[in-house]
């Protein structure tokens, strides 16, 4: 099979985001199969946060949480904690209004929740005022950054990174999809030296760029390249 990146003209990578859960890449089962029921059972509510490193999905898996409950797209909101200001409260209101009135049960995703500092306790109240009614999620790389009332109404999903074991079986999928072959033992080790002081898993945003570089190295008309892991013949 002949190899597409030319295709893209760009990022593999991001070229294979999930569109749908099932395309989604875990490090465990167990989140996995945990997500799996606010994904597919729409009339689920609640409060969750979904902490991890950076660039672990969490954004990504929030909003195909978010899509695959809902084809209505003005029955879900996404903010970003930093830009949260006096009308957030009332556009998240709007957006569950709306989704009410259509028999949906809204979703509002929050990303890097702990930015709100001390706006927290605004959210909070609106938590306990609209609870059991809409599916909140939240997204953080510090939960100790968040205040604990806030943890403690909400389910805690923790989206851990991938060994350097597990990330060969992510970046072959994507490789292989595009006519790129390359032996697991090979792409174990170049993961393993990509594994910094005593971290012990990548994040997929890490084992995305590698996934890039072997592309953009092994490509038709490849760029002028030095000496790396090549195809396997």
């Known amino acids: 099979m002949q190899n597409t990146y030319g295709e893209f003209g760009g990022s593999l990578w991001n070229a294979n985001t999930p569109t749908c859960f099932s395309e989604v890449a875990f490090a465990d089962d167990y989140t996995r199969e945990d997500l799996a029921d606010y994904a597919y059972n729409s009339n689920l509510t609640g409060n969750i ?11 990504t898996i929030a909003q195909i949480i978010a899509n695959e409950r809902l084809g209505d797209t003005l029955s879900v909101y996404e903010i970003n904690g930093e830009t949260w200001c006096d009308d957030t409260l009332t556009t998240i209101a709007n957006t569950y209004a709306w989704a009410t009135a259509n028999s949906n049960t809204a979703v509002i995703i929050i990303n890097e929740v702990d930015r709100l500092k001390d706006k927290q306790f605004k959210l909070r109240d609106f938590l306990d005022k609209h609870a059991q009614r ?7 790389n510090h939960l100790a950054n968040i205040d604990g ?36 033992d090979d792409l174990e080790k170049l993961f393993t ?27 038709q008309n490849p760029p002028k390249r030095g000496n790396g892991l090549r195809l396997v013949k």
């Open 149 to 184: 009332s806030i943890v403690d109404r909400s389910d805690v999903y923790y989206v851990r990174g991938f060994t350097p074991q597990k990330a060969v079986g992510t970046a072959q999928h994507v490789l292989q999809m595009h006519g790129f072959t390359f032996t697991d």
């Open 193 to 219: 030296r990509r594994i910094v002081g005593d971290e012990q898993e990548l994040s997929l945003r890490q084992i995305g760029r590698i996934v890039d570089k072997l592309a953009m190295q092994n490509a």
């Open 134 to 140: 809409l599916l909140v999620i939240m997204t953080t």
């Open 49 to 59: 946060i979904l902490e991890g490193g950076y660039g672990s999905g969490k954004s």
